[in-house]
């Protein structure tokens, strides 16, 4: 469905300026931006993603992976085709890499803002997960829909590449209550190589979410001779301490797929290489990711068990309410249901 796109500004000459995302794209008519899904037609500029979601399903919340979000709960997810990004490990690229308008799903499903509050409500979903492809592609849906969610008490997440403006952030800022940042890499180059996108615009992305106190958690998806050195897990390890110690990162095992087949998975111990690397900075929750083994949360005073989980699953939860059994720390986090927006400090 083509919808009036928001986050532009027209020029001269039937050109329009797109702000929405870090690429500031200027679109010539019948142009399309880098992400595919956004095309100046006659001096304005239109989204293609907006009412048909390719991708729609109900999982526990901490598959974004958020785990400090409502521990055990769930989140209905959805996605529309498109990225800003063109990573060669892309695990979604079937859909985050379609481009223009000829070339979508015809396999999507046409559901409005209003249609996704019921489905999440109807499910028991807690929350709602702009998800799978890049939520800032498909900002006006996600948008309107989470405009309505908060009306009806269910939290919004976005899982996102961070490669969006300051505008865009303070216009959802409002209604976005989490999200989960990838920062792929602590290297401009790799970024401008690889994902087709900068650095920069991303760690601000993440300092942005923490001063606005959207909670945030950072992945890193951790590829074998790209972004696993121990001088790079440093760096992305220091950058997030000196944004807040509380943030949680995950460090996730990568597998080949997409443009990367040759690339050999992730080996378990440079995840826990990476992890030591993290506490040795500060933070006070690291977590392996895409692992078979128990991803669990200590109280960062203590080290008491609060929660275990294991593949998406809680499989205990100690905490008194949102804090520590033993010594009453309060665990960092959107941690207990309620209004959006309460932030446990």
């Known amino acids: 469905m083509v919808h009036p796109a928001m ?8 050109n329009v300026h797109c702000f929405l995302c870090a690429h500031q794209c200027r679109i010539a008519p019948s142009k399309y931006g880098v992400c595919g899904v956004r095309q100046n037609l006659h001096g304005d500029l239109y989204t293609y993603a907006y009412g048909r979601v390719v991708a729609g399903n109900i999982d526990p919340v901490e598959k974004k992976p958020l785990f400090h979000l409502l521990p055990g709960s769930k989140a209905f997810s959805v996605a529309t085709v498109g990225c800003n990004f063109a990573c060669g490990f892309c695990q979604n690229w079937r859909i985050s890499q379609a481009r223009e308008a000829s070339q979508f799903d015809p396999g999507s499903q046409a559901m409005t803002p209003e249609e996704i509050v019921e489905h999440a409500k109807l499910s028991g979903c807690q929350s709602i997960a702009y998800t799978y492809t890049e939520p800032t592609i498909f900002f006006e849906y996600a948008f309107e829909t989470a405009k309505l969610a908060r009306q009806e008490g269910i939290y919004n997440i976005f899982v996102t590449n961070g490669f969006m403006t300051p505008e865009a952030l303070t216009m959802i800022h409002p209604y976005l209550d989490a999200a ?23 760690l601000d992305t993440i300092r942005r979410l923490h001063d606005l106190n959207i909670w945030a958690e950072v992945t890193t998806l951790v590829v ?35 443009r990367y087949l040759n690339v050999g998975a992730t080996p378990v111990e440079k995840l826990r290489e990476a992890a030591a690397i993290g506490k040795k900075a500060g933070l006070r929750y690291v977590y392996r990711g895409n692992v078979d083994e128990e991803e669990n949360t200590y109280c960062h005073v203590c080290d008491e068990l609060l929660i275990r989980r294991c593949i998406y699953r809680v499989l205990e939860n100690r905490l008194d309410k949102n804090r520590c059994p033993r010594c009453d720390t309060v665990l960092d986090g959107l941690i207990l249901a309620g209004h959006p927006g309460y932030l446990a400090i």
Not at 7 to 14: A, N, P, T
Not at 183 to 201: A, E, H, I, N, W
Not at 224 to 231: H, K, L, R, V
Request: aromatic residues 10%; charged residues 25%; contains cysteine.
């Open 7 to 14: 986050l532009y500004e027209k020029l001269d000459k039937g």
């Open 180 to 202: 989960n940042v990838d920062l792929k890499s602590f290297s401009d180059t790799t970024y401008r190589t690889v994902c087709k996108g900068r650095l920069q615009p991303v």
């Open 224 to 258: 074998p001779g790209q972004n696993d050195s121990p001088e790079e897990l440093e760096k992305i390890a220091s950058f997030i301490a000196t944004v807040g110690v509380e943030i949680p990162w995950h460090v996730s095992r990568f597998h080949p797929d997409y």
